[in-house]
């Protein structure tokens, strides 16, 4: 069993940056591979990002790509979003979420339903 909280989200100007963080409970942290998702109201849960378990591989959603990172500390059972140049259509709910199956194809990571566990989710507003 993990769970998990999110934090750090808030009000941004368009152009500004924000980094979340995902703290997650249990031994087993460092087994598991930790996606962000976000959902927009009325819209679908939408993938972000992934990293594997070790922190040495990651795959990102073309709309984040070389602005948003992701990166984990296994010691301190968190993983982080650093999320630069932000825009108003990166408004949205983002959760971080747990899964052990990497994935061997991009749309397995970024499938919901490929994550066991997930988090109750931060709030990021960014206004133009």
């Known amino acids: 069993q993990v769970q998990l909280v999110e934090s750090g989200g808030g009000l941004v100007q368009a152009g500004g940056s924000l980094r979340l963080s995902c703290a997650a409970s249990?031994?087993?942290?460092?087994?598991?591979?930790m996606g962000w998702f976000r959902q927009a109201p009325g819209k679908e849960r939408e993938f972000v990002a992934i990293?594997?378990?070790?922190?040495?591989?990651?795959s990102y959603a073309d709309s984040v790509k070389g602005r948003f990172t992701i990166s984990r500390d296994n010691a301190k059972n968190t993983v982080y979003l650093r999320m630069n140049s932000l825009k108003p259509e990166d408004t949205a709910v983002y959760f971080c979420a747990a899964t052990l199956r990497y994935g061997s194809s991009w749309s397995a990571r970024a499938s919901p339903d490929n994550y066991d566990y997930w988090g109750q989710g931060t709030q990021v507003t960014v206004s133009s």
């Open positions: 249990g031994r087993t942290f460092s087994t598991y591979a």
């Open positions: 990293i594997n378990w070790s922190g040495d591989s990651t």
